[in-house]
């Protein structure tokens, strides 16, 4: 009986079906297909119901994942896609992308033996079904509220604020630099993750709600935060991390050495089928060539599954520590591996070597010491000599840092910690700047997109807290928090 509970007992885990590696090596689309009906009802049928469901207390938007699962058992998909949409402004991206091994999945209490059950697939399930059968609305207000907020950035914390805003009457307008809205759910993640028309589907009901999106407008560039201020009640800043970090080697600045996210780009615009100069000229192009990554983040994964998917000679993804302690998802690393990626773990890049364009890297081996002040175990140089590796287009995936918000915003007492994000209050999530809000990875630091909608609505319901005591004559208490 499908609709029956605690059906992990007699059957097993089970995933939607994955595309096989050789299929997938050849195009950009996403490499799971979606759940049939039947076994979406019979996987969420595994759920145990739990009195204190740990896959709930770990997922960042404390979604009610125990309801879903038992409604979805239930073939009830309407009102699952309901209690799914109230907690998350994204289920179907989420569903697709969150390290469901490090979250719901991975704190999942289903007894020792049995595997957990699957929470992002039957999310993004239930959602797909509401969208195609028509049960995603935009989010229109029933009447306008009369107040105004302003929010620069387009990205999952920007949308997220937007959208529970809108739904409460505000006027929205959201500023983003780029020329389409979504930051790295559209210019980051490449399509085999997260395929685009997912995003802009969710874009375009944001649209018909009445947000208004104005591209091509940046901040530090188009618009001071002086002037957004005035035009808008409440100004909420969500602009990201994008300050690449580098490698101080020799010969790091031959040319064909590229940060990740300009390579990232690059792919995914072609993708969009936009024309990209240093892609079309073969700049930011792996076919043919010997690609080597370093980083072990997901950034480098999604660069060597790119290069992959672009006809690359050989790619070879370069970490300095060890399999156990990678920072990305254990299971990207094996998709890549499926996909014939190289890895190289305890492996240091010391030096590039070429005369113009890169021709190969010197390669340090390197070792686990002592653990340092955090209790991570450093990394040192085995002593044994470096090995050279050839390389044409190396790609430097290290992470990234916050930009000089302060001078993008041209406000001086913007108050920033000194890793350079942005300092919130946290209680209030308002900046040393009067009315002025953060959200998202230029609080956080690079973190997940799940995060960054939970900043997106907290931030918003607490723009609304703000403008409520504003109304009420307390602005100065709430600022005083
Ligand atoms: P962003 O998504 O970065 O959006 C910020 C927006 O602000 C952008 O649209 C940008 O154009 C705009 N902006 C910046 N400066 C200005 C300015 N001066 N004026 C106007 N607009 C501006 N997370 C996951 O959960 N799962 C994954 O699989 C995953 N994969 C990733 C892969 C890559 C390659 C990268 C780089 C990140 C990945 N992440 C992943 C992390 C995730 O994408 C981010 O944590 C999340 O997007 C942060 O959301 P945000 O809204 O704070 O910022
Ligand atoms: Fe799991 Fe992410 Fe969905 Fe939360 S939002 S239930 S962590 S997949
Ligand atoms: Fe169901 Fe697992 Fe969550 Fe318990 S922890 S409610 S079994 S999904």
Redesign the pocket.
């Known amino acids: 009986m499908p609709n029956e509970l605690l059906r992990f007992v007699d059957l097993a885990k089970a995933t939607p079906d994955k595309r096989a590696a050789d299929e997938r090596r050849t195009d950009f689309d996403e490499i799971f297909r979606d759940f049939a009906r039947e076994r979406a009802a019979e996987q969420a049928a595994r759920c145990s119901q739990c009195g204190v469901p740990f896959c709930q207390i770990h997922c960042p938007l404390h979604n009610n994942i125990p309801d879903w699962l038992k409604l979805t058992a239930e073939g009830r998909l309407e009102e699952a896609y309901e209690v799914a949409a109230s907690t998350n402004t994204f289920p179907e991206v989420c569903g697709r992308?969150?390290?469901q091994d490090r979250l719901c999945e991975g704190n999942c209490v289903i007894e020792r033996g049995f595997a957990s059950v699957t929470i992002g697939a039957v999310e993004r399930y239930v959602t797909e079904q509401a969208f195609a059968n028509g049960w995603v609305a935009p989010p229109t207000p029933r009447r306008e509220n009369g107040r105004s907020v302003g929010i620069?950035?387009?990205?999952?914390?920007?949308l997220a604020a937007a959208e529970w805003l809108r739904r409460r009457g505000y006027a929205v307008d959201v500023?983003?630099?780029?020329d389409r809205i979504?930051?790295?759910?559209i210019y980051?993640?490449p399509g085999f993750?997260l395929e685009k028309h997912i995003v802009q589907r969710r874009i375009d009901l944001l649209a018909r709600a009445g947000i208004r999106f104005h591209v091509k407008?940046?901040?530090?560039r188009y618009l001071t935060l002086a002037e957004a201020r005035q035009r808008h009640d409440a100004v909420l800043l969500?602009?990201?991390v994008?300050q690449a970090r580098d490698i101080q080697a020799p010969g790091v600045g031959l040319s064909n050495i590229v940060p990740?996210?300009d390579y990232?780009i690059a792919s995914n615009r072609k993708g969009l089928g936009d024309a990209v100069p240093a892609f079309d000229d073969g700049r930011l192009d792996a076919r043919g060539r010997h690609v080597v990554v370093i980083g072990g983040g997901?950034?480098a994964m999604?660069c060597v599954r790119t290069a992959v998917r672009q006809g690359a000679a050989s790619v070879t993804c370069l970490y300095r520590r060890d399999r156990a302690n990678m920072p990305g998802s254990a299971r990207e690393v094996g998709y890549a591996e499926e996909e014939g990626v190289s890895f190289r773990f305890l492996a240091n890049p010391v030096a590039f070597i070429g005369d113009r364009e890169v021709e190969g890297v010197r390669v340090a081996t390197m070792r686990l010491g002592a653990p340092d002040a955090t209790g991570r175990q450093t990394v040192v140089a085995s002593g044994e000599a470096p090995a050279t590796l050839k390389a044409d287009l190396v790609i430097k995936a290290l992470g990234?840092d916050p930009e000089d918000v302060r001078a993008?915003a041209a406000t001086p007492e913007l108050e920033v910690t000194r890793w350079g994000t942005v300092r919130a209050n946290h209680k209030t999530l308002m900046t040393s700047v009067p009315g002025v809000f953060a959200a998202?990875?230029?609080v956080r630091g690079?973190?997940?997109?799940?995060?960054?909608i939970r900043d997106g609505r907290d931030a918003a319901k607490a723009i609304d807290g703000y403008l409520d005591a504003r109304d009420a004559g307390a602005e100065a208490l709430y600022a005083a928090e």
């Not at 979504?182 to 759910?185: A, F, I, R």
């Not at 407008?217 to 530090?220: E, I, K, R, Y």
């Open positions: 992308i969150c390290p620069v950035g387009g990205g999952p914390a920007g500023y983003d630099r780029h979504g930051g790295l759910l980051g993640i993750k407008t940046a901040l530090g969500a602009c990201g994008y990740a996210l990232l997901d950034t999604d990234f993008m998202g990875d230029i690079a973190s997940l997109v799940v995060w960054a």
